[in-house]
C-alpha cells in the first residue's frame, strides 16, 4: 500500500537534511518544485493549527516554496486525513496530526483509511498537555471544587472537546469514571472553536 505523509515527508527530511548539510546530489529530481499542501485536520485556532503553521513557516523559508495551509477538520481529524490518504504519495500533501489520529482506529466504528498503512510517520513535533479550565461563571476554583458541584449538580454541566475520541473526549470521560460524577460531553470540530464557546460561557 501507498504511505501518505503524516508532518513531513522523507524527501522532505531528506532536502532539509541536504540544505543544513551541505550535501548536493548530482542526479537527484529538485524537491520541492513545486507548492506543498500541509493538512490540519481541525479548524483553525486550536494546537495542532498553532503547531502546524509555525512549521509551515519554517519549511517554506528552508525550502524556497510556498507551504499552503489547509483546515479540515471534522470527526475527530479523521475528515482531513482522508484527504491526506487519498493524496498521490509524492511529498506534496503532507499533515499534521494529535493523539486523536492513533486514537480514532478504536473510538470509531469505521474508518475511511487505513490508519498504519496509509501513512508514513515522520517526526514527533511537540508534547501538548491537556489542561482542564472552567467559565469564570462555574462556582469552582479547584478541581476538588468542580468535582463537589459536578455531584450536586448531576448532568448540569457541559465538557467541550475538539471531538469525539480525542484527546479532550477521552480526559473528560475519564474524569467523569474516576469522580463519580455526570456531565455531558459536547464535541466541537476542533479546539479552538470549543474555546471561543467556553470564554462565551
Not at 76 to 87: P, W
Not at 108 to 133: C, E, H, W
Not at 134 to 147: D, M, N, R, Y
Not at 173 to 193: D, F, Q, T
Amino acid at each position: 500500500m501507498r504511505k501518505n505523509s503524516i508532518l513531513v515527508s522523507a524527501a522532505v527530511v531528506f532536502s532539509l537534511l541536504t540544505f543544513v548539510l551541505g550535501i548536493h546530489p548530482v542526479a537527484e529530481a529538485a524537491y520541492p518544485d513545486r507548492p506543498i499542501r500541509l493538512i490540519i485536520p481541525f479548524p483553525p485556532g486550536g494546537n495542532t493549527d498553532i503547531i502546524a503553521r509555525s512549521i509551515g513557516n519554517e519549511l517554506a523559508k528552508n525550502l524556497g516554496v510556498a507551504v499552503v495551509i489547509e483546515n479540515r477538520g471534522g470527526a475527530g481529524g479523521m475528515l482531513g486525513s482522508e484527504i491526506v490518504a487519498k493524496a498521490p504519495a509524492d511529498g506534496y500533501t503532507i499533515m499534521m496530526v494529535s493523539a486523536s489520529h492513533v486514537i480514532n482506529p478504536s473510538m470509531q466504528k469505521r474508518i475511511p483509511y487505513d490508519t498504519l498503512n496509509d501513512f508514513a510517520g515522520i517526526s514527533m513535533v511537540a508534547d501538548v498537555p491537556t489542561v482542564l479550565v472552567v467559565h469564570p461563571s462555574v462556582q469552582a476554583k479547584t478541581l476538588k471544587e468542580l468535582i463537589a458541584y459536578a455531584k450536586a449538580n448531576p448532568d448540569k454541566l457541559n465538557f467541550a472537546s475538539s471531538g469525539k475520541g480525542t484527546v479532550g473526549h477521552l480526559s473528560g470521560e475519564l474524569l467523569k469514571s474516576m469522580a463519580e460524577i455526570k456531565m455531558v460531553h459536547v464535541p466541537y470540530k476542533g479546539n479552538g472553536p470549543a474555546m471561543i464557546d467556553l470564554l462565551a460561557g
